[in-house]
């Protein structure tokens, strides 16, 4: 199973973009929950956004909820994360994750949930 994410790149505060995470050998419809996860320089991967196979879960972390977005076209098997009035805190590099096992709520936020990951996509957001 690979994962690959696209659509990162420089944007200016306040500014919006959106990455894609495609997905080959494997549809995301067979995966449990999809996330997002990124990762800045000296930090820890820290939570995104996640969503179950079926759309009728989502979670944010706390410091992008009402500004990003996760969502997921079945028949182009890609999952997306809309990044709106981003901020330079939002600098850092984007993974997708897939899981296969189910997960229930308090899970979707922790990493080792997830079984597949991208190489991940570099977000730059300038003041």
């Known amino acids: 199973v690979q994962l690959v994410e696209s659509g990162g790149g420089l944007v200016q505060a306040g500014g919006s973009l959106r990455v894609s995470c495609a997905t080959s050998g494997r549809s995301f419809s067979s995966s449990s929950a999809v996330g997002w996860f990124r990762q800045a320089p000296g930090k820890e991967r820290a939570f995104v956004a996640a969503r179950s196979r079926n759309g009728a879960r989502t979670r944010y972390g706390d410091p992008v909820k009402g500004r990003f977005t996760i969502s997921m076209d079945a028949a182009r098997n890609t999952v997306y994360l809309q990044m709106n009035n981003v901020k330079p805190d939002d600098t850092a590099i984007y993974f997708c994750?897939?899981?296969?096992?189910?997960?229930?709520?308090?899970?979707?936020?922790?990493?080792?949930?997830?079984?597949?990951w991208g190489q991940g996509t570099q977000v730059t957001v300038s003041s």
């Open positions: 994750a897939a899981a296969q096992r189910s997960l229930i709520w308090s899970d979707l936020d922790n990493p080792v949930s997830y079984d597949f």
